[in-house]
């Protein structure tokens, strides 16, 4: 049997151990490249909020041929410390800084990345309002950070949280792709109000100049009136990812297809995660503090429960 409930409930979590990959969330990168063929003539690239790094494997992996492995780039940006991957150069940084972004540049050797992807997302509180707003200034950060680094023609995917204010998103990605598709890969669960926006041939408009401030600050030197005109712009809604295939949602046997279950490890434990204190601490309280036994009648006698009285009293 599996050592943990998420084994028997979640096939793509069992599929990932299986075939290496850090994170589940690997199979939504490659179901969007299915659908998109967004690593065509990607020779450099980059992966925003990438720890632990399941998307940086896909681009490692699929970009990186044997052929021609000297013109391919992969810059991998998080804040978290992450596990090296072959091929992968990692920047430790903050993707709202300047720096951050001259960074990557200097990796690409001057040159402007091919593709931008990004598949962070807060801390949910649950509190679904508040979740889609973060979430929302998190994307328009990788999308200021992307107009540094991403060269015309290029092509930017992330993560969003569909909500009744994702137009205006919407509408301010338009302003800088003319192809804006949201995109719900088959291994993300329906249950999830997350999507994936793929924006393809990047067009700034003219005159704009790339600046670290907020898509929404009124400060933004590029006018607002690009933004005011048609405000409900309907975006096309893709499911991509073999329909046929294994559901996020449902539950499969361990045995499938004829294979007998064997478990495996994850590929990449966390390095340092938030809750590795609570654990700690934890683990420490039980060490500390006497087990509490319920006895029930006639499981010892009257002699046992006074020796156990007198051992207390020591």
């Given amino acids: 049997m599996g050592r943990s409930s998420k084994d028997k409930r979640d096939i793509y979590y069992r599929l990932a ?62 804040l978290q410390a992450m596990a090296p991957l072959p091929g992968v150069i990692q920047i430790q940084g903050d993707i709202t800084k300047l720096s951050t972004a001259q960074q990557i ?72 792709f003319p192809a804006v598709f949201v995109a719900k890969p088959r291994s993300s669960r329906n ?7 793929v924006c393809q041939n990047y067009s700034p408009p003219e005159g704009y100049v790339p600046t670290m401030l907020s898509l929404l600050d009124r400060r933004f030197s590029y006018p607002l009136e690009h933004v005011d005109g048609p405000n409900r712009t309907v975006v096309p809604f893709i499911a991509c990812g073999d329909l046929s295939g294994f559901d996020a949602d449902r539950s499969y046997p361990l045995d499938i297809e004829g294979r007998e279950y064997e478990y495996r490890s994850p590929v990449q434990i966390p390095i340092d995660p938030p809750y590795k204190k609570a654990c700690e601490l934890k683990k420490r309280d039980k060490l500390t503090k006497p087990e509490t036994v319920i006895v029930e009648p006639g499981d010892c006698t009257a002699a046992d429960v006074r020796a156990c009285q007198s051992e207390n009293e020591r």
């Fill in 191 to 197: 249950s999830s109000i997350e999507a994936f926006v």
């Fill in 105 to 176: 540049i200097g990796h690409f050797e001057g040159e402007s990345a091919d593709l931008v992807v990004c598949d962070g997302a807060p801390d949910v509180t649950g509190l679904h309002d508040i979740d889609e707003y973060i979430q929302g200034q998190l994307l328009l950060a990788a999308l200021n950070i992307t107009t540094h680094v991403l060269k015309k023609g290029g092509t930017f995917v992330a993560k969003i949280f569909r909500g009744k204010d994702i137009n205006l998103l919407y509408c301010q990605l338009k302003i800088f």
């Fill in 17 to 78: 151990k299986e075939e290496g990959w850090r994170a589940r969330s690997a199979f939504k990168l490659l179901q969007i490249n299915k659908e998109f063929n967004i690593f065509e003539d990607c020779k450099r690239a980059v992966d925003l909020c990438a720890a632990p790094g399941s998307w940086s494997q896909v681009l490692s992996r699929k970009l990186r041929t044997g052929s021609d492995d000297r013109d391919v780039k992969i810059v991998a940006v998080d």
